[in-house]
């Protein structure tokens, strides 16, 4: 007789205890296919195809924030389904999914690789601490400011990984004791973190989902934005934000420390050692300029993410990074995913799903707040931002933005409002990579993501609404 | 022999390690001194990599190195590692190995010493290494959690040995549950092997749900009597009924370090119904070895 052994039970009995959540998102996909599509949807153009293409996105969504599976296979399960659902032909598919946008983003972290080894951020941080200053106010509005605007053209993550280490040397050498220097942490670091998320909707080379974003402008047929006008519309509101961060931030972290000389005079020793620049420091600094101005003049015709394939190809032919490097910093599985995002992004444009859900969500706010633009500007707001602290930013605007162009008004005042409200990652400490870096510290609670970050979060919804709603509409 | 031992924080993991190594020197086992820290999502990972990366340049490490510098530092001052480790903690000497950083060292007496950094969740990081070397014991803090003890009983292959509420000035007593399991012939050596070395007198406790005692128990407990007397241990037995399990808590007093075998239901039984070891880990406020 066939007997299954202790171990073999015990086996799968862990199996299931990972894997419960793949377990649970397969059996509501099959409920929901089995199901009849909501009436609603019976008006749309193709009422099957918006149905299982919403399945799609609930199925992704659950298995991106919960994880039982890697992210490569979310991303083919999205790509597979499209098929099996009759969504979309295989070809179609294959070519929604490999765009100018996912270039970008795949360059973007090779990018991000390559400055981060050029070991720049000892210069950077000597500039910082030359213009701020030893006063422990100063050190942090420096770090925000400088932060938000690197970030606004390499990324936040990029700026993050760079600049973490110069906070946490500061923290250090103030006291070894983690306990007397835990809000001075907190204000450093955060300083650090929320900088760097703020810039990187400066422009389009500050994050992937800004490169998302016109992407769906150009597929969806509403028209191209330049890397300057994206620049004319985000700039403003960055500027705007900066101060009142650094006002959040000082009343929120208030420590002990006023003066900070003897870590900024260790700090000093510190980068000093690395001597003057070297050729291949200037090297780098010259092929990221390169990029940075093929991405303002060329962007609009040979495409941003082709451009950031050019900086990385120069980074590895000029021997400035090692491809090994690059291979093991590169999530290669986000890339994947992100290629899936964008192609059930199209569907949920094309089947009629975006149209489905934006109109329904605008039928059910009119008993509310009536038919205005102000409305439909603020739901697109705080869409894109409440969803960010869950997913990625360029996930959730890969969801949210065939949505949020279909719920009337301006289709690019409405896609530069979901994109930069994307970026309000400020919650909690799942909610962006630089909140994640400053985490793995080890120095930053749980709890103070919340107490500065909601602050944060309350002032950027408010400034957005009133650029976008007195400055944009000058443009 | 080779025991794994998980520690958390400073703050809060002195008495795991204290006991934890004091009871591996008792078996002359090799230990694995492992920190588990939280693994960021995958969406992020690589970014957060790069950072941690970028830190190693101003020889900032990841904070778990923190933690396992603290645990070389409380083995060397007790004691348990070669005296010759005169170059103290070097980060330098980590090795990174596929799904873990590992440094070894050299312990006194010829044992062997690893320390370990994991991130992920905590059961299944526990399992991936006990797995990995053929572990014998696994030694953790106790958890607020209650569905912890279930895990770590149904999921970690080796004995488990929870220590809660370990105060380290005390001196304990070894409390040995005895019935007619055969996880208990294990559990009595086991728990003779530490009472010996640690010089600590034993209770043993046998529970019926009736008046009646069956012949196994009896033998059970005459038999550990007897391996006891033999080991030279002093030590008293105890015979009591009711629940076994509220029995266990409540004669458990805070200088008791109990020691019971592991449930002989099948996993599937026990997933469902949970067993005597499990609830006697849930509702346990004192250190509680399960030995398998």
């Given at each position: 007789?066939?007997?299954i052994?202790?171990?073999v039970i015990?086996n799968v ?9 793949l377990?649970l998102?397969?059996i ?5 296919y089995?199901l ?6 019976s008006d749309?153009?193709r ?21 039982p599976?890697?992210l490569p ?8 389904l ?6 979309a032909?295989?070809n179609e598919v294959?070519?929604?999914f490999?765009?100018?946008?996912v270039f ?7 990018l991000?690789?390559s ?5 720049l951020?000892s210069r950077l941080?000597?500039g910082?601490?030359?213009l ?11 770090f ?10 390499i990324g ?6 760079m ?5 946490l040397?500061?923290v ?8 007397k220097?835990?809000?001075l942490a ?11 998320a703020?810039?990187?909707i400066?422009t389009?080379?500050?994050g992937?989902?800004n ?9 969806f ?25 650094v006002i959040?931030l000082l ?11 003897t ?5 000093k020793?510190?980068v000093?050692?690395g001597?003057?620049?070297q ?55 986000v890339i ?9 992004g199209?569907q949920?444009?094309?089947t ?10 605008m039928?059910?706010?009119q ?8 409305l439909?500007i603020t739901?697109?707001?705080l ?6 602290n869950f997913?990625?930013n360029?996930a959730a605007?890969a969801v949210?933005g065939?949505?949020?162009?279909n ?21 909690t ?7 994640m870096?400053?985490h793995?510290?080890?120095l ?25 709603q007195l ?5 | ?6 520690v958390g924080?400073?703050e ?6 204290n ?20 693994k960021?999502?995958?969406m992020?990972a690589g970014?957060?990599?790069l950072?941690l990366?970028?830190?190693?340049k101003?020889?900032i ?8 510098r603290w645990?070389f ?12 480790q005169?170059?103290g903690?070097?980060?330098e000497?980590?090795v990174?190995e596929?799904d873990r950083?590992r440094?070894v060292?050299?312990?006194s007496?010829?044992?062997k010493?690893d320390?370990?950094?994991?991130e ?7 399992r991936?290494?006990?797995q ?6 696994t ?9 912890m003890?279930h ?8 004995s488990?040995?929870?220590?809660k509420?370990f ?15 055969k996880?208990t012939?294990?559990?009595?050596r ?23 005692f069956?012949?196994g128990?009896?033998?059970?407990a005459?038999a550990?009597?007897?391996f006891l ?17 509220d029995t266990f808590?409540?004669?458990?007093s805070e ?5 019971m075998?592991?449930s002989?239901?099948?996993?599937l039984?026990?997933f469902?119904?949970?067993s ?5 880990l ?7 070895l399960?030995?398998?």
């Open positions: 007789m066939f007997q052994s202790n171990q015990a009995l862990y199996w299931i205890r990972q894997k419960r959540w377990l998102t397969i509501v996909g099959i409920v929901l089995l009849p599509a909501p009436s609603g949807m749309l153009s009422p099957d195809g918006a149905y299982h293409t919403l399945i799609i996105v609930i199925m992704a969504l659950v298995l991106i924030i919960t994880e599976v890697p296979a979310v991303a083919m399960m999205i790509l597979i499209q098929v099996v659902f009759g969504i032909e295989p294959a070519s929604s490999m765009s100018d946008a970008f983003i795949m360059g973007s972290l090779m991000a690789v400055i981060v080894k050029q070991g951020d941080a000597l910082i601490i030359r701020t200053g030893n006063k422990t106010w100063r050190i942090a509005a420096g925000t400011t400088i932060c938000a605007l690197l970030s606004s053209f936040e993550h990029t700026v993050t990984a600049m973490m280490p110069v906070g040397i500061l250090r050498s103030t006291s070894s004791d983690p306990k220097v835990a809000v907190s204000l450093l670091l955060f300083s650090i973190a929320y900088g760097s703020m810039g990187s400066g389009p080379s500050g992937g989902r490169v998302i974003m016109m992407g769906y402008w150009t597929e047929g509403h028209g191209t934005v330049s890397y300057l006008q994206w620049m004319k519309h985000a700039y403003p509101m960055l500027l705007i934000q900066i101060p009142l961060a959040i009343t929120t972290f208030r420590p002990k420390q006023r003066v900070l000389d870590a900024v005079r260790k700090l020793v510190q000093t050692k001597g003057k620049m050729g291949r420091e200037y090297l780098a600094i010259a092929v990221f300029m390169g990029v940075f101005l093929g991405w303002v003049f060329l962007g609009h015709t040979i495409g941003l993410g082709i451009i950031a394939l050019i900086g990385v190809f120069m980074y590895l032919a000029f021997g400035l990074v090692d491809w090994s490097d690059l291979n093991r910093n590169t999530n290669w599985g994947l995913l992100f290629g899936a995002a964008i192609s059930i199209i949920i444009n094309n009629g799903l975006a149209q489905w859900i934006a109109g329904g969500a039928d059910a706010l008993f509310v707040a009536g038919d205005s633009p102000l439909q739901v697109a707001i869409l894109s931002a409440i969803l960010t997913l990625s360029a605007v949210i065939p949505i949020v162009l719920m009337g008004g301006d289709p690019i005042i409405m896609g530069f409002a979901a994109a930069l409200a994307s970026a309000f990652a400020y919650l400490v799942v909610a962006s990579p630089t909140c870096i400053i793995s510290s080890g930053v609670k749980r709890g103070d993501f919340l107490k500065a970050g909601g602050k944060l979060f309350i002032m950027s919804v408010i400034v957005l609404l009133l650029v976008s400055l944009w509409p000058l443009f | 022999m080779k025991f794994l031992l998980a924080s400073k809060y993991s002195e008495p795991t390690l006991i934890g190594s004091r009871i591996a020197k008792a078996f002359d086992a090799d230990l694995s001194v492992v920190y588990v820290g939280s960021p999502k995958e992020f970014r957060v990599n950072a990366d970028s830190m190693v101003w020889e490490y990841h904070p778990g190195i923190d933690v396992l645990a530092d409380y083995l060397n001052s007790s004691g348990y590692l070669e005296s010759e005169v170059n903690f070097n980060p000497n980590i990174q596929n950083i440094m060292l050299q312990g007496y010829g044992r010493v320390l370990i950094l994991r992920g969740e905590i059961i299944d990081e526990l991936r290494e006990a990995k070397e053929d572990y014998t014991l030694i953790i803090g106790g958890s607020q959690k209650r569905s003890a895990d770590l009983i149904q999921y970690i292959p080796t488990i040995f929870v220590v509420s105060d380290t000035r005390r001196d304990y007593r070894l409390l040995l549950l005895v019935d007619d399991s996880a012939k294990r559990a009595v086991f728990g003779a092997t530490i009472a010996a070395n640690q010089g600590m007198e034993v209770d043993t406790l046998t529970v019926s749900k009736s008046e009646n069956g012949p128990y009896s033998r059970a005459k550990a009597g007897r007397k033999s080991k030279g241990i002093p030590h008293k037995q105890h015979f009591l009924t009711g629940d076994p399990v808590v409540e004669f458990a200088t008791h370090l109990m020691v075998g592991a002989s239901k099948s996993p039984k026990k469902f119904l949970g005597k070891p499990i609830k006697t849930e509702k346990a406020a004192f250190p509680i399960i030995v398998k």
